[in-house]
């Protein structure tokens, strides 16, 4: 059983549990950690094995790939400040609840981000849903933009 204790530690390299993980979904998590005051490293951890359905999004070489190092994860350092950061956030939160067919059986925001930061997710996962459930034509999505992120979550499947 996944708790959100766990669902939102995300270790690093240096094992240290530094970063802050705005987002989980079952495709993977997102994590930032400060570096200095204007860099930041940014940080996407799959599940699983299957790398293939995120790596058109997090492509190398401005992305360290999963498996240099030995690690599994995409990863890319942020210059520019909290700007450069949250457009970079809303890159991969909306790689991560884009639903590749079946994929996406889950979404959590941490209530712990900073509030900014749960903004920026929320936002961007609940127009990445609904853009594709109006792809689909799920019926009554011209209204999805007033669902809760449970309803939307759950029209996907």
Not at 40 to 46: A, C, K, M, N, W
Not at 55 to 65: L, R, V
Not at 123 to 128: A, D, G, L, N, R
């Amino acid at each position: 059983m996944t708790t959100s204790a766990n669902l939102f530690f995300m270790a690093g390299t240096e094992g240290t549990g530094e970063y802050m993980v705005p987002l989980a979904t079952s495709q993977g998590a997102v994590g930032y950690r400060c570096l200095s005051g204007e860099r930041f490293r940014l940080r996407v951890e799959p599940v699983g094995d299957d790398v293939e359905t995120l790596a058109a999004a997090f492509p190398s070489p401005d992305w360290k790939q999963p498996g240099q190092g030995g690690q599994h994860r995409f990863s890319t350092v942020i210059s520019g400040g909290y700007e450069a950061l949250a457009a970079a956030l809303t890159k991969a939160v909306a790689a991560l609840s884009a639903d590749q067919p079946g994929q996406v059986t889950f979404i959590q925001i941490n209530p712990d981000a900073p509030q900014w930061v749960r903004q920026v997710v929320e936002s961007t996962v609940k127009s990445t849903i609904v853009a594709e459930l109006r792809r689909r034509k799920v019926p009554g999505a011209n209204a999805a933009g007033r669902w809760s992120l449970t309803t939307l979550v759950a029209k996907l499947a």
